[in-house]
């Protein structure tokens, strides 16, 4: 049986800043955040078909990865709608929305979703993660630990 909870970051940890999702789970890993059995802890490179099978029978999604300059300030977390419109994704690689969509048209439904985008400001190869990632990534993970505190509380 799926833990209720699902934090799936996805990233590059060759790729610079690339790597705030999967450096975020660690953290939440380090926290014991999945050791109760609650929260199911997942990462990998991108989101990909395969993965709407991890989001069957779960009770709400925390979808983690890295954003471009601009397009969040520091981070943010933001709810998730499935992408409805018909798609053949024309690679492996899908966003949050698609995957969601994917999910529902496949099982008929799909669990309440929201995306946490952390800006990064260096994304290439072979980059540490820069000064101004690490510092999102502090505000990142205080979102995700006040999540899935949320989250709890409200099954109780």
């Known amino acids: 049986m799926n833990a209720p909870l699902l934090i799936f970051a996805v990233g590059n940890p060759s790729r610079g800043d690339d790597a705030l999702g999967p450096l975020l789970l660690d953290r939440l890993q380090a926290d014991g955040l999945d050791a109760g059995g609650q929260v199911e802890l997942l990462c990998d490179f991108q989101f990909q078909v395969e993965h709407m099978l991890d ?19 520091g981070a943010l977390i933001t709810a998730l709608q499935p992408r409805s419109e018909r798609l053949t994704p024309a690679s492996h690689a899908l966003d949050g929305r698609t995957l969601l969509g994917l999910a529902l048209r496949m099982h008929g439904t799909a669990p309440p979703a929201w995306m946490l985008a952390i800006e990064g400001a260096s994304f290439d190869l072979g980059e540490d993660l820069s000064p101004l990632a690490q510092q999102h990534l502090e505000q990142a993970h205080h979102l995700a630990l006040t999540w899935v505190d949320e989250r709890l509380a409200r099954a109780e």
């Open 55 to 73: 989001l069957q029978d779960r009770s709400a999604v925390l979808l983690i990865d890295a954003a471009r300059p601009g397009v969040v300030r």
